[in-house]
């Protein structure tokens, strides 16, 4: 088949399950109430989430950097920031693609050498983007360790109902991704024996080398202490902004609105600052899903964390979701134009 054929086949496989979530999702709102929630909810709060969401798109670039620099020192601030936005507007439209994207974007703005090679090449820049992924990963479960030692009782019951069994039943696949960890190891041993044998070996091998080299930059950052406090302010930037959006629905008047929804409300009032970090990390675990901007795996996820721990109806919990949501990709959106802006005005 041919690649671009292929390509477009499973970017239209992609939007089709967004579409069928978002469907199943919103199929049992009650619209007279969202559109109250909508109506009445405190905009100050989705303002600054807004704002925030923003705030850490240009965190992520001066932490991505910090990477980059050991790799090409004249990287500045604003490739990286650029990169980040144009990244996450792609991603909007073609789910995974941002990041190859992002990785273009950084090598075509890299300084060169001597003898006119790019510093920052294509296979250094991938290195560095995984070393960022598996941060998150590694922040991410910091969060799930706190959750579940300090706030145990609150929503053990959550991870022992619902996410531990669904692992379970899931056994195959951690077999899969074991049995492909160990065909990408047994291919890089075989490249490194052939690497002499041959042109198409060599190049390979050190395609190999160069993704090592961004992998290790981290190594080799200074300051690395303050690597640590972009990581802490990304992370405890989206709590807040996942803070906001309860905020911004705390506190409606119940007369306002119909009686059904009014004691719903009662439930959402009682919501702290220890539920948005975990409503922030339930809407984090839907990124697995490689969806076309996260389009309907993060309102399910979100809006059925909200119904099987606290009892809120899981209409009420889709418009906590898409407040957050579609908050984040408005905020997305604003910065990746301002990035094509501000590209049409750089020359690399």
């Known amino acids: 088949m041919n690649k671009n054929l292929s390509n477009i086949l499973k970017y239209i496989l992609w939007i089709v399950v967004a579409v069928v979530l978002l469907y199943f999702s919103f199929r049992g709102v009650n619209w007279k109430d969202f ?16 704002v925030l969401g923003g705030f850490v798109l240009f965190v992520r670039g001066l932490r991505w950097r910090m990477q980059l620099l050991p790799v090409d020192p004249s990287t500045s601030w604003l490739t990286c920031w650029n990169a980040y936005n144009i990244c996450m507007i792609v991603n909007l439209m073609l789910p995974r693609v941002g990041e190859v994207v992002r990785c273009g974007y950084v090598t075509r703005h890299s300084s060169r050498d001597a003898e006119g090679n790019r510093l920052a090449t294509l296979d250094k820049v ?4 995984l070393v960022d992924r598996i941060w998150d990963a590694v922040s991410l479960l910091t969060i799930l360790i706190i959750l579940l030692s300090v706030l145990w009782k609150r929503f053990g019951a959550f991870f022992t109902e619902t996410v531990f069994p669904g692992l379970q039943d899931k056994a195959g696949l951690w077999w899969i991704l074991v049995l492909a960890v160990a065909a990408a190891a047994g291919f890089v041993w075989l490249c490194w024996k052939l690497r002499d044998r041959g042109a198409v070996w060599g190049k390979v091998w050190g395609y190999i080398v160069g993704i090592k080299e961004g992998l290790s930059s981290c190594l080799h950052m200074k300051n690395g ?6 990581t802490i302010v990304i992370w405890g930037s989206y709590w807040l902004m996942s803070a906001c959006i ?13 009686p059904e929804m009014a004691e719903t409300l009662g439930k959402i009032d009682s919501l702290t600052m220890a539920d948005a970090l975990f ?20 309102h399910a996820v979100v809006a059925g964390a909200l119904s099987s721990i606290y009892g809120i109806p899981f209409g009420m919990g889709m418009i906590f979701a898409t407040l957050s949501h579609e908050t984040q990709v408005i905020a997305d959106a604003i910065c990746g134009a301002a990035s094509y802006v501000s590209e049409s005005f750089r020359r690399p």
């Open 225 to 230: 202490w303050l690597f640590i406090v972009y």
């Open 35 to 50: 559109g109250a929630a909508l109506h009445y909810c405190h905009w100050e709060y989705v303002a600054l989430s807004l």
């Open 279 to 298: 409503l922030m990390f339930a809407g984090a675990l839907s990124s697995v899903v490689p969806v076309p901007g996260g389009f309907g795996a993060f």
């Open 246 to 258: 309860m905020w911004s629905l705390q506190g409606i008047d119940p007369s306002l609105v119909s």
């Open 126 to 129: 991938i290195g560095t983007v």
